[in-house]
């Protein structure tokens, strides 16, 4: 009963002070509520993508210097890690996946282990269908003598998404400034074109004009632009950059039919070419049948259509598709 009120104790400091935490001191914050249920030592919490295989970017926490590039060096025999990424959204800890003697005869521990105490283990990795992009986090303790509990993995597996959710959180309030932004098309990208965050929307536009484009780095003739600092046109959609200090703000925007027609020719011609009458149409809106009449022949005249089916094929052509299973 007590692990449960501090958990939920943790969970709603997230997400009650979170949102004064600026985001460049935000993991660091989140991770002193996180050792008030789960002790540990040291920490690294970051995010990367699968393919093409890249680490985007990493918070270490109280970790002697040199540590990644240590890291690097034995990657490719880190077990632990490759668990994680078989089993997104588990925590695991090291002393669950292998004795303590396999543990300390392996090369993992001897090249890397030894010589930065990580003694134990306790990491969660989350993989975001959207981009492509996993986040991870994982505990460590320096004292051989003290394994991390069941009770203490538990707690993590379940504090993870917050902590995830919450983190993006403080990216929103940071790069989105403006609250127009949110119900629009756009990512966060670092200047080598690799994806931070994005909405729904941009990757459905990405998947419009280059369908058989995959992974968490922009498709080659986007990313050349946005490393340049300049604007993309992409058959209906346009690509706008902003420069965010070592990040940058690409904001997608139809050139397509939609865009076009203003918000109320958009809205009654969307409901007429799905096959609502004028008066239905005037009814649900509030306007007389001849007002619809006029913003449907507006609509015909802007998009060089002359009825409902034409109407219909056209705006189908100009919208994005979300990808299966991803809803705005």
């Keep these: 009963m007590a692990d449960a009120r501090a958990l939920n104790g943790v969970i709603l400091s997230l997400y009650r002070e979170g949102r004064e935490v600026p985001l460049g001191r935000y993991r660091a914050w989140a991770l002193e509520q996180v050792a008030s249920v789960v002790g540990f ?12 295989p890249a680490l985007h970017e990493m918070h270490l926490h109280n970790c002697e210097h040199g540590i990644v590039e240590a890291y690097v ?15 997104p959204g588990t ?31 306790l990491g969660t990795v989350l993989l975001d269908r959207t981009t492509s992009l996993h986040e ?25 998404p917050h902590l995830a959710a919450t983190h993006r959180a403080a990216w929103l309030r940071h790069f989105l400034r403006r609250p127009g932004h949110l119900s629009q098309a756009w990512a966060v990208v670092d200047r080598r074109g690799l994806l931070r965050e994005a909405s729904p929307s941009f990757m459905a536009s990405l998947h419009q004009h280059w369908p058989d484009w995959s992974g968490g780095h922009l498709p080659a003739p986007l990313a050349a632009t946005v490393q340049a600092g300049q604007s993309h046109v992409a058959g209906t959609w346009r690509f706008d950059v902003s420069d965010c200090g070592e990040y940058r703000f690409v904001l997608a925007r139809s050139t397509g ?3 076009q027609l203003s918000a109320r020719e958009r809205e009654i011609a969307l409901r007429y070419a799905s096959g609502e009458t004028h008066s239905a149409i005037a009814r649900a809106l509030s306007l007389s049948p001849a007002t619809v009449r006029n913003h449907v022949a507006h609509s015909f005249r802007k998009l060089g259509v002359a009825n409902k089916v034409e109407l219909s094929l056209r705006l189908e052509a100009g919208a994005p598709r979300l990808p299966t299973g991803v809803a705005e």
């Design 41 to 52: 030592d040291s920490a690294c919490w970051g995010s990367a993508s699968a393919e093409p």
């Design 91 to 121: 925590a695991i800890s090291l002393g669950d996946l292998v004795t303590r003697e396999t543990y300390l005869r392996s090369t993992l521990y001897r090249r890397f282990g030894r010589r930065f105490k990580v003694e134990w283990a």
């Design 136 to 160: 991870f986090l994982t505990l460590w303790r320096h004292d051989p003598w003290l394994p991390f509990s069941e009770t203490e993995r538990q707690l993590k597996e379940l504090l993870m």
């Design 73 to 87: 060096r034995c990657s490719k025999h880190d077990f632990f890690r490759a668990a994680l990424i078989a089993d």
């Design 257 to 259: 039919a939609l865009a």
